[in-house]
C-alpha cells in the first residue's frame, strides 16, 4: 500500500493558490481580498509541507511553514487594522474607494 | 494514477482535497464577506487534515490554533464592527480589469497544474519514527532555529503594537473635540450606525 503521491497534494495547493490569486484580482472587497491572501498563503505552506515529506530527514519545510504562518497572522492583524482605519476614513470597504492619493 | 493505494487513505484525501477547493471558491465568490470568512474555515480544517496526512501533526494542531482560532474570528471580529457595509452593493465598474485578471490567474492555474501532474516524483519515502512530531519538531526549533523563533517572537510585537497604532486613529485631546463639535468637520457626514463612531463619541462625551 502506498502513501497518496505528493504531486496530488501539489496540484491542491496550486489551484487554492489560483483561486486565491484569482479572488485578489477580481474581487473588491477589501476584507475578502485579505481572505485571498491568507488562501495564497495557506497553500503555500501545503507546498512546503508537502515538499518536505519528500525529504523527510530533516523539518525544514515543516519549519518554514510554522514561520510563514507566524507571519501570517501578524500580516492579518496589521491588515484588519488597516481596514477598520480605511473604513473610518471612507465608510466603506471597497477597495476602489482608496483614492486619496489620486489628483 | 491511483491504482495501488490504501483506499481509505485516498477517500480521507479525497475529502481534505473537495472540502478545501470548495471552500476557498466560496470564500473567493460569496458576496456576504460572514460566509467568506465560514468558507475560509472549512479550507483551513482541510488543509490541517491534508497536514496529518503529510506527517505533520504538530502543524495540523499550530494550524488549527492560529488560523481557525484566531485568524478567522479576527476577521469576523472586524465584519461585525464595520457592520452592514461591509457588504457593499454590487456595481458593474471595470468588467473588463476583472475579467482580463481572472483570465490571467486561470491560465496560471491551468499551466501550473498540468506541469505538475506531467511530473510524477518516484514513491513517497517512508517517514522515520516520529518525524512531524512536537518532540522532533521542537528539537529542531529550538536548536537550529533559535534565532528565526526569537525574530519571529519580535515580529508579533511590532504587529501587535502597530495594529493597535493603526486601528486606534488619532485620540483627540477632550479641549481639541470641544471646539470642533461646534464647527462639523467632515467626520460627522458619514452614516452614524459604526459602533467605532459610538465609542468616538462615548469617549468624548466622558
Known amino acids: 500500500m502506498n502513501a497518496i503521491p505528493i504531486?496530488?497534494?501539489?496540484?491542491v495547493a496550486a489551484i487554492l493558490f489560483g483561486i486565491g490569486a484569482v479572488g485578489f484580482l477580481v474581487r473588491r472587497n477589501v476584507l475578502v481580498a485579505?481572505?485571498?491572501?491568507?488562501?495564497m498563503?495557506?497553500?503555500?505552506?501545503?507546498t512546503f509541507v508537502a515538499f518536505n515529506r519528500l525529504h523527510a530527514d530533516a523539518h525544514v519545510g515543516q519549519l518554514f511553514a510554522f514561520f510563514n504562518i507566524a507571519v501570517a497572522a501578524a500580516e492579518a492583524a496589521v491588515g484588519l487594522a488597516i481596514v477598520l482605519s480605511f473604513f473610518r476614513l471612507r465608510r466603506t470597504v471597497r477597495s476602489d474607494a482608496g483614492d486619496l492619493l489620486k489628483n | 494514477m491511483f491504482a495501488g493505494y490504501d483506499t481509505l487513505e485516498l477517500i480521507y484525501f479525497a475529502i481534505c482535497a473537495l472540502v478545501a477547493i470548495g471552500g476557498a471558491l466560496g470564500t473567493v465568490t460569496f458576496p456576504n464577506p460572514i460566509r467568506g470568512a465560514m468558507s475560509l474555515l472549512f479550507t483551513i480544517l482541510a488543509i490541517a487534515?491534508?497536514?496529518?496526512?503529510?506527517?505533520?501533526?504538530?502543524?495540523?494542531?499550530?494550524?488549527?490554533?492560529?488560523?481557525?482560532?484566531?485568524?478567522?474570528?479576527?476577521?469576523?471580529?472586524?465584519?461585525?464592527?464595520?457592520?452592514?457595509?461591509?457588504?457593499?452593493?454590487?456595481?458593474?465598474?471595470?468588467?473588463?480589469?476583472?475579467?482580463?485578471?481572472g483570465i490571467a490567474a486561470s491560465l496560471f492555474v491551468l499551466q501550473t497544474v498540468l506541469v505538475l501532474s506531467h511530473k510524477v516524483v518516484g514513491r513517497v519515502p517512508i517517514a522515520q519514527e516520529g518525524f512531524g512530531s512536537v518532540d522532533a519538531f521542537g528539537q529542531q526549533l529550538f536548536g537550529d532555529w533559535l534565532v528565526p523563533f526569537e525574530a519571529s517572537s519580535f515580529l508579533l510585537m511590532?504587529?501587535?503594537?502597530?495594529?493597535?497604532a493603526v486601528a486606534r486613529g488619532k485620540q483627540p485631546d477632550p479641549q481639541a473635540e470641544q471646539s470642533e463639535d461646534d464647527a462639523t468637520g467632515p467626520k460627522e457626514l458619514g452614516a452614524p450606525s459604526s459602533s467605532l463612531k459610538v465609542q468616538s463619541k462615548s469617549g468624548a462625551h466622558a
Open chain 1, 41 to 46: 498563503l495557506n497553500a503555500v505552506n501545503v
Open chain 2, 158 to 164: 511590532v504587529a501587535i503594537i502597530g495594529a493597535v
Open chain 1, 7 to 11: 504531486p496530488a497534494f501539489l496540484v
Open chain 1, 34 to 39: 485579505l481572505m485571498s491572501i491568507e488562501l
Open chain 2, 49 to 101: 487534515g491534508m497536514y496529518l496526512q503529510l506527517h505533520a501533526p504538530f502543524l495540523a494542531a499550530v494550524q488549527l490554533i492560529v488560523y481557525a482560532g484566531a485568524v478567522v474570528v479576527l476577521f469576523l471580529f472586524v465584519i461585525m464592527l464595520i457592520g452592514p457595509a461591509a457588504n457593499p452593493p454590487h456595481d458593474g465598474r471595470g468588467v473588463l480589469a476583472r475579467t482580463v485578471g
